[in-house]
């Protein structure tokens, strides 16, 4: 079997999502850091592996890439227990994985890149105040579902819960206030806890196996 490799930015919770998981799944992969400070995600090298100059990409055999954190996520955890069989299961983390990315990413993972990554609050101040309602708007339904449910579908820890997890536990860093959300911080312990778990600023040897 190949040795997958991560096209990878240590910051960034979309790549931190496919660490998490690789790890908490045992399996080996090789990380490739890119700098996108440097603009390393706009090389004509890395266009031809994704168009869209953003980072993850996981290299799953020599010369075929797949970019998009959730994606990967999807192709990943296909036959393990980090993703239900039953159909409809399925269909719940997939809709998690959605909100995800059009309901909470942009407001608080952005939020976070422009304050604690580029260290430019004063700059982008209007922007941020901008995305300060929609951003809540979105740990609220998560604060909802999660004051009845310990994860985000069948009672279980699923790539659902690493897909939201990623950003949710550094949402302070884009001066998002995490202690009204009760539900959400016991969340947040249940998922730390899990086998395997690695912090998002943890940089895993160039290549290893369990």
């Known amino acids: 079997m ?22 908490q799944m045992g399996m080996p992969f090789e990380r490739v850091d890119v700098n996108i400070l440097k603009g390393e995600s706009r090389t004509p090298e890395f266009l031809s592996k994704n168009p869209n100059g953003r980072i993850p990409v996981l ?13 990967i996520l999807l192709y990943l955890s296909e036959n393990t227990e980090f993703l239900p069989y039953d159909r ?34 004063e700059e982008y101040r209007t922007a941020i105040e901008q995305k300060r309602e929609p951003g809540y708007a979105a740990l609220k339904v998560m604060e909802n579902h999660l004051s009845q449910h310990s994860y985000f579908v069948d009672e279980r820890y699923t ?31 249940r998922v730390k806890n899990q086998p395997g778990y690695i912090s998002i600023t943890y940089e895993p040897q160039l290549c290893f196996d369990w």
Not at 4 to 21: C, W
Not at 97 to 104: A, G, M
Not at 164 to 182: I, M, N, R, S
């Open 2 to 23: 190949e040795t997958l490799r991560l096209y990878d930015f240590l910051l960034s919770g979309n790549a931190y999502k496919i660490r998490l998981l690789l790890t």
């Open 59 to 71: 290299e799953i055999a020599p010369g075929q890439y797949l970019a998009e954190s959730n994606a």
């Open 88 to 121: 409809y299961l399925k269909a719940q983390v997939m809709q998690w994985l959605f909100f995800e990315q059009y309901s909470h990413e942009p407001y608080i993972a952005t939020s976070r890149f422009w304050m604690s990554i580029l260290g430019k609050t």
């Open 159 to 189: 790539i659902a819960d690493i897909a939201l997890f990623a950003y949710t536990h550094v949402a302070d860093e884009g001066g998002f206030d995490l202690t009204q959300f009760p539900a959400i911080q016991a969340w947040l312990k």
